[in-house]
Nanobody
Framework: QVHLVESGGGLVQAGGSLRLSCVASGRTFNTYAMGWFRQAPGKEREFVAAINWNGGNTVYADSVKGRFTISRNNIKNTGSLQMNSLKPEDTAVYYC????????????????WGQGTQVTVSS
């Protein structure tokens, strides 16, 4: 089982950058894929990015490709989402997620979710 805690959200102007961090508890974090989802007010939760168990494969939503970078550190049990060139439409609560998977391809669904961190991008 994995417990996830996000940090790094905040208010930023359009075009700016933020880095979200996720700290995972559990001794077997290196057997879990992890990722980020987001939910904007009045909208459904959507996939943002994912990274497989050893960092060898990453997947991004088209809306963030080229602007966001997901990474992980299995020694420190952490994950990050570097967000550049932020747009007002990136405003949402961002959730760190994880699930057991040693596949090259990150899973589509995740059992473990953090509490979320708010990202607000002003125009």
């Amino acid at each position: 089982q994995v417990h996830l805690v996000e940090s790094g959200g905040g208010l930023v102007q359009a075009g700016g950058s933020l880095r979200l961090s996720c700290v995972a508890s559990g001794r077997t974090f290196n057997t879990y894929a992890m990722g980020w989802f987001r939910q904007a007010p009045g909208k459904e939760r959507e996939f943002v990015a994912a990274i497989n168990w050893n960092g060898g494969n990453t997947v991004y939503a088209d809306s963030v490709k080229g602007r966001f970078t997901i990474s992980r550190n299995n020694i420190k049990n952490t994950g990050s989402l570097q967000m550049n060139s932020l747009k007002p439409e990136d405003t949402a609560v961002y959730y760190c997620v994880a699930d057991y998977s040693t596949s090259y391809y990150p899973p589509d669904e995740y059992h473990y979710w953090g509490q979320g961190t708010q990202v607000t991008v002003s125009s």
